[in-house]
Structures are given as structure tokens and as C-alpha cells.
């Protein structure tokens, strides 16, 4: 691993308009799209701030998460680092190199892939057709006989749908086919948003293992933006930098993480039924630090209560039984990566929608 930083981030904010769109086929015409604009401040739009005064710093062959709730700025964060995107201020550098202003000098080492992605592919082509279009844009043999893209091939499980036109293909292949991109580069720096989205658990095991490996054997620098607590377990990533509502709010290894939280057990209840005043009352406990929820699928929820002591267990479960909560479930543990995350986030996102 290289201590120097190939990444430097410095107090970078980001802020987008949002609102009713007056669409570009108005009588305001293409050319006044500027007032079309400037109408949609005025009239119905609103300032969405996606990030504010970020400082992080990633160094050469380091394996690094982007964690956070949807909506947190994680994606935007990956793209302004890209250099697709002009941050309102702030100083982003990429081996020492502007992304936007000195892009020529930092282009060859960097390698974007988003899950979207597989909405851009060619459907008219074939999947053969599309991965030698990748191989041509990478400078390398347009064939497929190519000894890594076969690699790629079998990887992907791809081999009886080299002749399907990708239009045919379930999103969960033309996701495949998109990742050939990921497998065939041989960039310095990785940048991946969401890259394990609407895969099936075989092949998100597969990706996992590979990038692991692309960073040990290559020494490359990768940097994974997701939601997904459990692919930042799986990945044990050097740092794990946490986003909420644009802010950073803790960074670190997860080990690192884990140890800011001063309790020494999490009571774990899975309930069918929950509302809002219930988890306030709990949290109002003695004993009790912090409580956090999420739902883990349609009307069953699990809570999580943070405390010091394992006596309180008894006067927990009575207390919820009281309230009408019907348990499914519930235990005693250590503190995990997951209940660190949610704990740090609000951890009640549910209520959000309330």
C-alpha cells in the first residue's frame, strides 16, 4: 500500500436545483434554456444539498467503502472524485491533478462503473458484439478470443448468450454484460457506484472475491459506493467513510468504527407491528443509550437497544409486550458493523416516511 494519497478531498460541498421541469420544447426554446432555468429558482424550485464540506483522503492501494442511506450523496461524492461532475467548492485531487481542469492528466488511471450502466448498452448488439466494443475502446484485440475477455466470459456465465441480442436479456444478464467493462480494465484507480446491484448472491460472491483480489495482486485503488452494510462486511475494506444527508459523519476501519460505540451489548427484538412513540419510550429507558430500527421486509422490523447491561433484558421484553409489540424474536449480542452504521445514521429511516 502507498501512504501517499492518490485521493484528496477537501471541504467540498454540492448543491442541485430541483423542481417541475419546463422542458426544452417550451416557446423558450433550446437557446433560452438559461431562463428556463432561472424560472424554475424563482417559481417552483428548490436547493437540494447533496454534499457539504467533505475532507477525506484515500491512499494508493487502499480497498475504501462510500456507506450510506439512499439519498446521502455517496453517488455524487464517486462522480465529482470522477471528475463528471464540478463541485460548487471545495478541492478535489487525483494524483495530485484537478479531475475537471487537468482531466488529460488523470483520465488513463481512472475507471468509473455504475450498475446504471446496463441501461447504455447497445440493445441492438449482441453480446459478443458489445464486449469486443469494449475490448476496441480499451485499446486491446477486438476478438473474442481475447485471453481475458474469455476470462470475463466464463466469469459471467455468459458463454450460451454470445449470439442473444441483448435487448432479449433479463436486466440481471445485461448487468453481466456491462460488468464485462470492470473485469477487462486494468486502471489504477476503480470507482465503482452500486456495483453489485441486481446481482444474484453466486455472482455478488464472485465480484466480491475478485475485487478483494484486483486489489491485493494489483495493488489497485478501489473505492465502492453502496447502501449495503453486509458487502462492506464481506469486502473488509481498509476505511469505510459514512455518509448521512451529505455530511461525513465517521470514518475508519470497521474494527475502528465498531470500537467508537461505548456499549457492550445490543438487545436485538424482530417485531410484526412498531410505531414511532413506542421506540421514543423505549430509548427514554434507564439503561438505555440509543435505540435504532430497520425494516427487514414487509411488516417485520428489527430494533436494536444499545445498553451497558444485560439486566435491563427482562424489563425491555416486558416493557415492549406491554405496548402491544408482538415478538418474533429476541436476543442478546455484541455490537456488529451494522448495528454501528445504523446507529451513526438515525437508524430510524422508516419513521421518515411517517
Not at 479531475?99 to 488523470?106: F, H
Not at 455504475?114 to 449482441?126: A, E, G, K, N, W
Amino acid at each position: 500500500m502507498d501512504l501517499n494519497p492518490v485521493i484528496n478531498v477537501e471541504n467540498v460541498s454540492k448543491s442541485f436545483i430541483v423542481g417541475r421541469s419546463l422542458g426544452r420544447n417550451t416557446f423558450l426554446g433550446e437557446a433560452h434554456w438559461i431562463i428556463s432555468l432561472i424560472i424554475r429558482v424563482l417559481k417552483e424550485g428548490r436547493i437540494l444539498r447533496a454534499l457539504k464540506d467533505i475532507n477525506l483522503n484515500v491512499n494508493g492501494g487502499e480497498l475504501c467503502c462510500i456507506l450510506g442511506p439512499n439519498g446521502s450523496g455517496k453517488s455524487t461524492l464517486l462522480k465529482i472524485i470522477a471528475g463528471m461532475i464540478e463541485p460548487d467548492k471545495g478541492n478535489v485531487r487525483v494524483y495530485g491533478f484537478n479531475p475537471i481542469t487537468e482531466r488529460s492528466k488523470v483520465l488513463d488511471k481512472i475507471f468509473f462503473y455504475s450498475s446504471s450502466q446496463r441501461y447504455s448498452l447497445d440493445y441492438s448488439l449482441t453480446v459478443r458484439d458489445q464486449i469486443e466494443f469494449y475490448l476496441k475502446m480499451l485499446g486491446r484485440s477486438a476478438s473474442i478470443l481475447d485471453e481475458k475477455a474469455q476470462l470475463c466470459i466464463k466469469f459471467l456465465d455468459l458463454e450460451r448468450y454470445l449470439k442473444t441480442p441483448i435487448r432479449f436479456l433479463s436486466s440481471g444478464y445485461r448487468q453481466r454484460v456491462s460488468l464485462t467493462r470492470l473485469l477487462l480494465t486494468e486502471k489504477e484507480l476503480i470507482l465503482l457506484d452500486e456495483p453489485t446491484l441486481g446481482l444474484d448472491p453466486t455472482l455478488n460472491r464472485r465480484l466480491i472475491l475478485f475485487l478483494k483480489k484486483l486489489n491485493k495482486e494489483k495493488n489497485a485503488t478501489i473505492i465502492i459506493a453502496t447502501n449495503r452494510v453486509h458487502l462492506v462486511e464481506e469486502l473488509e475494506p481498509d476505511k469505510v467513510f459514512i455518509l448521512s444527508k451529505g455530511e461525513l459523519i465517521a470514518e475508519g476501519s470497521p474494527s475502528y468504527l465498531i470500537s467508537l460505540i461505548r456499549d457492550k451489548y445490543v438487545i436485538k427484538i424482530e417485531v410484526a407491528n412498531v410505531n414511532k412513540n413506542v421506540i421514543r419510550e423505549i430509548k427514554s429507558l434507564d439503561g438505555i443509550s440509543d435505540v435504532s430500527i430497520k425494516m427487514i421486509s414487509n411488516n417485520r422490523f428489527e430494533i436494536a437497544i444499545f445498553t451497558n447491561t444485560r439486566e435491563i433484558f427482562k424489563e425491555v421484553y416486558d416493557f415492549v409486550v406491554a405496548k402491544g409489540l408482538h415478538i418474533q424474536d429476541m436476543y442478546l449480542i455484541e455490537p456488529s458493523f451494522e448495528d454501528v452504521y445504523l446507529k451513526l445514521t438515525g437508524g430510524d429511516f422508516y419513521f421518515e416516511q411517517f
